[in-house]
């Protein structure tokens, strides 16, 4: 499915990863990582401009960066290419949340169990709402707990953080 497509009949957000040669120099994963949402105008017919305004999961790099001037598939030749792209929404487990139980374990680490998704994060407070930072993540696969990728673990940090910081202020 085209990208832009797959933009315009998806829910709100989704987390894209850039492949490893799409760079000059070698970036981890959270740094290939980027979160945006499909309220951009390029997935808005009609509009004024053509802008996809991203958010880098390593924070420490690209904020607000116009994702759609790096991108390959947006017409850049030598541009980024996409490795993954998955939309947060879709994710397993990501309806269970709302059913989250939370657990703070002895390391100061918080746990939160939903579906066959468990994963421990530390938590704080800014400006009155819960940040979840990641730690780890794992999920049931074939009767086994398996391991998640740290951006998965961020994505499902993301659901959460929507759902406990809800703006009626009580969690769905």
């Keep these: 499915m085209e990208y832009r497509e797959l933009k315009r009949t998806s829910p709100r957000e989704d987390l894209t990863i850039f492949t490893e040669d799409s760079f000059a120099t070698q970036h981890p994963l959270l740094s ?21 305004f991203a958010y880098c999961l390593d924070v420490t790099s690209d904020q607000g960066v116009r994702l759609d001037w790096y ?14 792209c ?26 939160y169990f939903f579906g066959d ?28 707990w398996v391991e998640l990728s740290i951006d998965r673990v961020y994505g499902y940090c993301t659901l959460l953080e929507q759902h406990l910081n809800r703006k009626d202020g009580n969690p769905k």
């Design 32 to 52: 290939r990582t980027y979160r945006f949402d499909s309220d951009n105008k390029a997935f808005w017919p009609n509009m004024g401009g053509y802008s996809i």
């Design 71 to 84: 991108m390959a598939e947006e017409g850049n030749h030598g541009g980024w290419k996409e490795e993954d």
């Design 86 to 111: 998955y939309i947060l929404e879709r994710m397993r487990d990501a309806v269970t949340i709302s059913r989250a139980e939370r657990t703070e374990q002895g390391d100061g680490t918080v746990c």
């Design 117 to 144: 998704t468990c994963i421990r994060v530390r938590e704080s407070r800014k400006n009155g709402k819960i940040k979840l930072e990641p730690v780890r993540g794992d999920q049931i696969g074939g009767g086994e």
